[in-house]
Nanobody, 127 residues
């Protein structure tokens, strides 16, 4: 079992930057692949980014590639999403998710891969 708590969401202007954090409970954080998803009103939850267990591999949605960077610090049980060049269409509730434990790979882009979710943090980008 792992519990996830996101933070860092706030109101930011178009073109601005923001870093989201997600801290996990538990002693085997490094056995989980981690992902970020987002959901805006009236839309389905969508994949944003994911990172493998030790951070060797990262994956991004086309809409954020080149603007967002996912990283993790296994010593701190944390995963981060650095966002830059933010656009109004990035406005959403951002969710941290964990797949595992002892995740073996595959399905990074699919929400069904992840068994644990945080409560979400609101990011609003003003135009």
């Amino acid at each position: 079992q792992v519990q996830l708590v996101e933070s860092g969401g706030r109101l930011v202007q178009t073109g601005g930057s923001l870093r989201l954090s997600c801290v996990a409970s538990g002693r085997i954080f490094m056995t989980y692949a981690m992902g970020w998803f987002r959901q805006s009103p009236g839309k389905a939850r969508e994949f944003v980014a994911a990172i493998s267990r030790i951070g060797v591999s990262t994956y991004y949605a086309d809409s954020v590639k080149g603007r967002f960077t996912i990283s993790r610090d296994n010593a701190k049980n944390a995963v981060y999403l650095q966002m830059k060049s933010l656009k109004p269409e990035d406005t959403a509730v951002y969710y941290c998710a964990a797949a595992g434990p002892y995740f073996t790979g595959g399905g990074y882009f699919e929400s069904s891969t992840y068994g644990y979710w945080g409560q979400g943090t609101q990011v609003t980008v003003s135009s």
